[in-house]
């Protein structure tokens, strides 16, 4: 298992487009110059939840569903379903590099403070391992095609359409008490969890859209640990999930 995550971290690297964050996270800071942290923090974060996820699941899903090496490594005495896992890791590490890389030169670039900078390091992070653990979901049990179509669905679904959606319900059925319905909705997606979780960490007074209010109304939220708290039981659940998924595999 040791051996299986550095392998497929460097298997990941070895593709040259792994490093395209290196080059395009500063690039973007460059537009959030001079619009104060806060501002740039929330952009880069905004800019990171469209562009993240199709990069990493087109990486991170032909790795994890090659058929032929799952079936050689299923061989091995150890856990079939832990080995798959440390390859789910080694993917996750890997992919770490060039986005924290390319997040800290955006930081200097804009000259964040060392609070904005953290926060924007860590909610990218965060960001980074939930689809990590989304791709070792759907890889453990599908065909690469099968596998990439509904892991860019559930991105289109959760970050293309969320707001749309939660926004046309509650207005079409305004007539109706919908926020107890909607709250654990929102409570599902961690995504925008993280986005309202982030402007109250940096005092930004703006409109944080149906989540932040139904997290205000129903659960007095003015910030705190619950955004780090739904993430981390969703990344841990995405991976036992994939574990589980690849144990039951037929390779």
């Known amino acids: 298992m040791n051996a299986l995550l550095p392998l497929y971290a460097r298997a990941l690297l070895r593709n040259p487009w792994a490093f395209a964050p290196v080059g395009l996270l500063p690039l973007l800071a460059l537009a959030f110059q001079g619009r104060g942290e806060a501002v740039a923090v929330v952009s880069l974060f905004a800019s990171l939840s469209l562009l993240l996820p199709p990069f990493g699941l087109a990486l991170a899903v032909p790795l994890l569903t090659q058929r032929e090496d799952w079936a050689f490594w299923a061989g091995m005495p150890q856990s079939p379903a832990r080995l798959y896992l440390a390859g789910v890791l080694g993917v996750g590490l890997g992919l770490s590099l060039p986005i924290l890389t390319g997040l800290a030169l955006a930081a200097g670039l804009l000259g964040l403070g060392g609070k904005a900078a953290l926060l924007l390091l860590l909610s990218g992070l965060g960001l980074l391992w939930l689809w990590v653990a989304w791709a070792g979901w759907v890889g453990a049990g599908l065909e690469p095609s099968?596998?990439?179509?509904?892991?860019?669905?559930?991105?289109?679904?959760?970050?293309?359409?969320?707001?749309?959606?939660?926004?046309?319900?509650?207005?079409?059925?305004?007539?109706?008490?919908?926020?107890?319905?909607?709250?654990?909705?929102?409570?599902?997606?961690?995504?925008?969890?993280?986005?309202?979780?982030?402007?109250?960490?940096l005092g930004t007074p703006v409109l944080v859209g149906p989540t932040g209010y139904l997290l205000g109304e129903f659960l007095g939220y003015t910030g705190g640990l619950l955004p780090v708290v739904v993430g981390l039981l969703a990344v841990g659940l995405g991976f036992w999930g994939a574990a589980w998924r690849f144990g039951r595999r037929d390779r």
């Open 146 to 201: 099968r596998a990439l179509g509904l892991g860019l669905l559930a991105w289109g679904v959760l970050v293309l359409a969320y707001d749309p959606l939660v926004i046309g319900l509650a207005v079409a059925l305004r007539e109706y008490p919908l926020e107890r319905f909607l709250l654990p909705a929102v409570l599902l997606n961690p995504l925008e969890l993280f986005r309202v979780g982030l402007l109250h960490a």
